[in-house]
């Protein structure tokens, strides 16, 4: 599969251990680009983004609705190996999904979830979208496309970004977005939720309190499941590597990794 992957690194020496970032559904590895790999690149990390297929500039099977989570995991696995080390990995909204996945068969020195699927899945974003937008939940459902959910400036601002983002800003970010795979979807409902029992790599779980897509109480359950205390960042939104807040994110990663050594 040819994937985009796009990478930052440290004008002076680097540390050995590279940051790999996943991106969520509807989003490619841009949505990396403008805040999280400059400040990494600059904090001494080589940093990595991929777009999964399907996304970005990457491959696009024809097949693209039927698209599962195992073949997201396959591209982070194919991704990974291709790496000179293995990498910290950092999965935003599904992205934390495929990282968990991944995570079940494989290990990295860490990793963190930002705003991820929950560990039972996401039937409540599910209604709550279905509550919300039902016509455009009902177009999805009959195209099998994602893409109606989020089709509008309005629609992708609220489900990723703060009620005061700047219009030009949205007009931009909205510009990048595109359709999501229907079975992945699907997965993420039901099929493949993650299985912390089969996880071993140290977790950093984040969540954003404004959040439309998994509220706080869900990312408490998550880190839960974990037996973690979650961090939750208070005003942000769903994006919170986008957000204007996403400076404090980035440091607690950061400050994260240094108390893990790495």
């Known amino acids: ?150 089709g509008k400036p309005k629609l992708t601002r609220e489900a990723f970004f703060s009620m005061d983002i700047l219009p030009d800003t949205l007009k931009g970010y909205f510009s990048l977005m595109q359709d999501e795979s229907y079975l992945a979807f699907l997965d993420m409902m039901l099929f493949k939720l993650p299985n912390p029992e089969k996880i071993s790599t140290e977790l950093l779980i984040t969540g954003a309190e404004n959040d439309t897509i998994f509220h706080p109480g869900e990312i408490e359950a998550t880190a839960a499941a974990y037996a973690k205390k979650p961090e939750v960042f208070k005003g942000m939104a769903h994006d919170m590597m986008l957000e204007d807040g996403w400076q404090t994110v980035a440091d607690r990663i950061l400050k994260w990794l240094g108390e893990k050594g790495i």
């Open 1 to 150: 599969m040819e994937l985009e992957v796009i990478s930052r690194k440290p004008e002076g020496v680097s540390r050995k251990v590279p940051v790999l970032f996943v991106h969520g559904a509807w989003h490619g590895a841009w949505c990396w680009e403008k805040h999280f790999m400059p400040y990494f690149a600059e904090k001494g990390y080589t940093a990595y983004a991929l777009s999964l297929r399907g996304h970005g500039d990457s491959e696009r099977p024809g097949h693209f609705r039927w698209m599962r989570i195992a073949d997201y995991v396959e591209d982070v696995a194919q991704v990974v190996d291709q790496l000179p080390e293995k990498p910290v990995m950092v999965g935003h909204s599904m992205g934390g999904l495929v990282v968990q996945k991944y995570l079940e068969e494989h290990t990295a020195p860490a990793a963190v979830l930002l705003a991820s699927v929950p560990v039972k899945g996401v039937f409540r974003t599910t209604l709550r979208i279905a509550l919300r937008h039902p016509l455009a939940f009902l177009k999805a459902n009959l195209t099998w496309s994602l893409y109606p959910i989020i």
